[in-house]
């Protein structure tokens, strides 16, 4: 039997490695991944951009051509300088947690569709008990008094049977894993960091989430086809679903709090592989510049170092060793990323018009998808293994299965695949639903729009 203070020592010592990694991180020279893997990284035509959060249009065509083709082509452009490769990356992220963690959270069960309209009745069924919870006076803070635990845990179903109310026994742990799967954090039976705060959420919170949530699935459910990929923001995950069943689920990267990702509805109308990034205006002013003034700083050729290329306002494109980055001029430039191995946008790009110019997309940042907590983009979504949704997207598009996909990595190839027949997509905002198996989940509301009130944003 586990004492609570070993079960709170367990998660302690896994946030300090968490921090120490963190640290060596931020204090050494980058060497891997792009400078923009980290950002959410909207494409568009350089002559369509906008200046909010989520940049420019979607369109590829133009000027700046979309499948090589336009005035530059689609090859790549080499390092101008020695060593160049070694300035890439400093935004790598610190390691979470162990092997079997990550593995945890990076392959998901396949589970039942959030967005199913047989998730409404027993969202209402939660609603009713979680007010009746809320109407007599909620459940106790969580700090280290383990029979509080215990009434945590028996109060919000998790425990249920014998236990000894003074010892972190085996039922306590297994209470604590069931707690954590419902709010899709690695069970591991330990009082890690991230687990206390979920468990702290009051009651109250818990239920507006609920209640916000059954007003997503009213909304959005009935009116999902047979066929469909959604988006659930808070979960940070996609799914593809198929007559009411999830034929796939990928971990995915969201939109940070002062970045968020979109609520939307559209069809999926593109897949394009290898493709070009049009910096959107956010993104130049608030990282691209700051950072290419530090390269100027050590005399480095910042464009040369992340294989892109400048253009003017009429689409002329600029000597690298012409641009003042320390004047105003530069922010009425327009931007572009290669295609290369460490392009932000991966080699896969999945499309959508929305007005925002938001979408899917592969990463060299394959790190964050084994985060627990994986708010951290500009809006766009990055998935993990996105290879296998481009190919469940594209299955009745012929001549695009996965060794076809797979193969347009290793190629460099430019093309742009239209789909023959357009796929619904959605990207969703619901923090709590129920599920026919009488489950209640809970994420994190990341945005604070559902709880009523910031605590529900921590977890």
Known sequence: MLSLQNALRGGGILAAAVFAAFLLVVSVEPSSAGLFSWMKGPQGNPNNQNNDNSGG????????GGQGGGLFGGGQRQPQQPGSRAFHGDELPAAEGNAATQAWIVNPELGSPTLSTANIPPTKAAIQRYQAIVAQGGWPVIGNDVVALHRRLEISGDLVGRSIPDEYDAALTEAVKKFQRRHSLPPTGALDAVTIKALNVPAVVRLAQLQAGLKQLQSLAPSAPARYVVVNIPSAQVEAVENGQVAQRHAAVVGKPERPSPELTSKIQEVNFNPYWYVPKSIIYKDLVPKARVFTGRGQDFLAAYHMQAFDAAGNPIDSRQIDWNGTEVYNYQFRQLPWSENSLGYIKINFPNKDAVYMHDTPLKSLFGRAERFD???????????????WI?????????NRIQAMKQTGEQVDVKLSKPLPVYFAYISAWGLPDGSVQFRPDIYSQDGGSATASAY
């Open 57 to 64: 249009s979607g369109n590829q065509g133009g000027l700046f």
């Open 377 to 391: 983009s500009s809006g766009c979504v990055r998935v993990h293994n996105v290879d296998t949704l481009a190919a």
């Open 394 to 402: 594209l299955r009745d598009t012929p001549g695009w299965d996965i």
